[in-house]
C-alpha cells in the first residue's frame, strides 16, 4: 500500500514537471540530487565531473520534458540516466579508443572500505572483520558491487536495478546472488541480510 501510493506521487509529480511545473521540477531535483550523487561518485571518482553530470541531466530533462516518457518510478530513470550521461561524458573527456570505451561499458563501480578509523582500532576481532570485509570486496565483480549497492544502499526493487543497469530482472537477481555466494564465504556465520548490512554499514558513504 505505501509503494502503491508512492508510486501514485511519483506519477503525478512528473506529469506535473512534464506539464512545466517549476516547482514539480526542483522537488525532483531536491529529493534525489544526494543519492545521484552518492551513485555517480561511484562510477567517476571526480566529483566535478559527477555534480557536472548530474547537472547536464536535469538541464537535459528539462528542455526535453515534452517527449520523456511517463513514469511512475522517478529513482530508476533518473539513475539509468545517470549512468549513461557519466558513461557518455567520461568518453569524451578521455578520448578513448573504440576498444578501450567498450571495456568502459562495465563501468568500474568503486565500493571503498573506509579506513578513516583504522589509527584507532585496538580489538584483534574487529581488525579481523575489517581483513574479512576487504577480502570479500575484492572479489567480486563491478557490476556485483553495484548490485549491492543499489539494493540496499538506495533500496531499489530487482526490476528497478534491472532498469538502471540495463541488464534483465533475471540476471539482476544473478548478480545478487553471485555476490552473496562469494560474501558467505567470509561471514560463513551470519545470516544473509545481517551480512550484507555489515559490510554496507563499513561502506565509505
Known amino acids: ?29 531536491q529529493n534525489y540530487f544526494s543519492l545521484l550523487y552518492e551513485y555517480g561518485i561511484r562510477l567517476c571518482k571526480d566529483k566535478e565531473t559527477v555534480k557536472d553530470c548530474i547537472q547536464d541531466l536535469f538541464i537535459k530533462m528539462w528542455l526535453n520534458r515534452n517527449t520523456l516518457q511517463e513514469t511512475t518510478h522517478i529513482k530508476p530513470y533518473l539513475f539509468s540516466a545517470l549512468r549513461g550521461t557519466i558513461l557518455n561524458k567520461t568518453d569524451q573527456m578521455h578520448r578513448m579508443t573504440e576498444r578501450a570505451i567498450r571495456a568502459m561499458r562495465m563501468p568500474i563501480f568503486d ?15 574487529e581488525a579481523m572483520q575489517k581483513r574479512q570485509i576487504r577480502a570479500a ?17 538506495i533500496g531499489l526493487e530487482y526490476t528497478e ?8 530482472v533475471k ?5 545478487m546472488g553471485r555476490a552473496i ?25
Open 137 to 153: 570486496l575484492n572479489k567480486l565483480t563491478h557490476h556485483q558491487k553495484e548490485c549491492i549497492f543499489l539494493r540496499f544502499y
Open 161 to 168: 536495478i534491472a532498469e538502471t543497469m540495463h541488464v534483465s
Open 111 to 125: 565500493l571503498r572500505y573506509t579506513n578513516i578509523e583504522d589509527s584507532l582500532i585496538q580489538d584483534d576481532e
Open 171 to 175: 540476471a539482476s537477481y544473478k548478480i
Open 1 to 29: 500500500m505505501q509503494n502503491d501510493t508512492f508510486n501514485r506521487h511519483d506519477a503525478q509529480l512528473w506529469t506535473s514537471f512534464q506539464q512545466g511545473d517549476r516547482s514539480s521540477y526542483a522537488e525532483i531535483y
Open 181 to 205: 555466494t562469494i560474501m558467505r564465504k567470509y561471514f560463513k556465520e551470519m545470516l544473509v541480510s545481517d551480512m550484507l548490512l555489515f559490510v554496507m554499514l563499513s561502506m565509505t558513504i
